[in-house]
């Protein structure tokens, strides 16, 4: 057993380079505005980019679904564990996705881990855009294929490592449809004609594209209409659907094969009935209320604007994840402080989720803010970066 003070040092050691993490526990239920330290505060972190997680028909799907059902699967999906909700679920995101078929995961990053290992092995190459998830990176190393990072959305380099290969050995490119942490767009068109020419795969992971983008938020493969030419994708449960959980979306061959032999998969219970009646609530929500993505984006466009006005260093975001770039890592924490001291919950984004010396507040906007409410997040702002300077 390692001795404990080792950890004391290891968290002075995070504390002195502004890198230490705590738990916030907000005191409400997460919304457009929460109770946070006794008061309540406007926030701008949530990725529940429609409010579903408190769309009444959503909650109700969950009551009805554990009331019918109970809390717990009882088992993984292969022994006894695929209850009603589950099929349901997953033949609604086929059809929501357009693919003959869709695998439930317990969540995005467990998703990431069972999925890229089972479409690439030993002697494949990974090609990953350096600010993929993390999930994505941890998968790369899980996998036995060799691992390449290219740098972030530069399809020249894509492009100079896949000629570069000695053999014509299975190649997956890897990247996120919205980025998460600079809220930009991946150039899934390049990718997917890289992809063709140099006989390699696109492996999308639209954890936040689903649900938002496209015109009707089938996500970003719909917003570039690849639907045809990115056959299957991952996504998340668990942002703009407000609910748990994530899926594979794609050929039912593909489907069946991971059922057999993707681990995360076949070795974890499956997700509680509860989350999986949610998530097909959200999706029929999403269809029938088209206003919450039109709200959305709005209310993006004014933050943003707003943001612009201030004179923000912004990353080229194309999405409701609206950051601003401060750099150093304490400069970031103490900003977030006085926002948050002025009524404005946005996190600071510190290494490692993002690259050194590129901290920044990662605001994000969604339908349920009131215009009055990004206005008062901006009139903040204004106060902070008189103050710090920064920006
Ligand atoms: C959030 C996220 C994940 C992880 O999804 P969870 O459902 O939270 O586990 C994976 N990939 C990306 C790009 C994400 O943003």
């Known amino acids: 057993m390692v001795g404990i003070n080792v950890f004391r040092e290891k ?52 009551i009805t679904a554990t009331e019918q059902y109970g809390v717990g699967s009882g088992a993984s999906r292969l022994v006894s564990g695929t209850l009603p909700p589950h099929t349901h679920l997953e033949t609604t995101l086929a059809r929501f996705k357009g693919t003959e078929a869709a695998l439930l995961f317990g969540a995005g990053y467990i998703a990431n881990l069972g999925i890229i290992p089972t479409l690439i092995e030993s002697g494949g190459l990974i090609l990953a855009d350096r600010l993929c998830h993390a999930s994505v990176i941890d998968a790369c190393r899980l996998s036995r294929a060799d691992f390449r990072v290219f740098r972030h959305g530069d399809c020249n380099h894509v492009e100079s490592l896949l000629r570069r290969r000695t053999t014509d050995r299975p190649t997956l490119i890897i990247t996120e449809g919205v980025f998460s942490m600079d809220g930009d767009l991946a150039p899934l068109p390049d990718l997917v004609s890289l992809a063709e020419r140099y006989g390699a795969t696109v492996y999308v992971d639209d954890a936040h594209g689903t649900g938002i983008m496209g015109a009707t938020g089938r996500g970003t493969v719909e917003h570039f209409g690849l639907e045809r030419r990115i056959p299957f994708h991952m996504g998340t449960l668990s942002k703009a659907l407000g609910s748990h959980g994530a899926f594979l979306v794609g050929p039912k061959d593909l489907v069946q094969y991971m059922i057999n032999v993707t681990r995360p998969f076949m070795f974890a219970t499956a997700l509680p009935p509860a989350v999986a009646a949610a998530s097909s609530a959200a999706l029929t929500v999403i269809d029938q209320e088209p206003e919450r993505r039109a709200r959305l984006w709005t209310n993006r466009q004014r933050f943003f604007d707003g943001l612009k006005n201030l004179g923000c260093r912004l990353t080229p975001t194309a999405s409701p994840i609206l950051p601003i770039l401060i750099g150093d890592a304490a400069a970031a924490s103490s900003f977030a402080e006085r926002l948050l001291s002025l009524g404005v919950y946005a996190t600071a984004i510190r290494p490692p989720t993002v690259p050194d010396g590129t901290s920044r507040i990662r605001f994000t906007v969604t339908s349920e803010h009131t215009t009055d409410q990004i206005d008062e997040a901006l009139d903040a702002l204004r106060i902070v970066i008189r103050e710090t300077g920064l920006v």
Do not use: C, F, K
């Open 11 to 62: 968290l002075q050691q995070l504390s002195a380079r502004s890198l230490l993490r705590t738990l916030a526990p907000l005191e409400s239920a997460t919304g457009a505005n929460v109770q946070y330290r006794g008061r309540e505060v406007i926030l701008l972190s949530s990725n529940d980019y429609l409010g579903l997680s408190n769309h009444p028909e959503v909650v109700r799907a969950a």
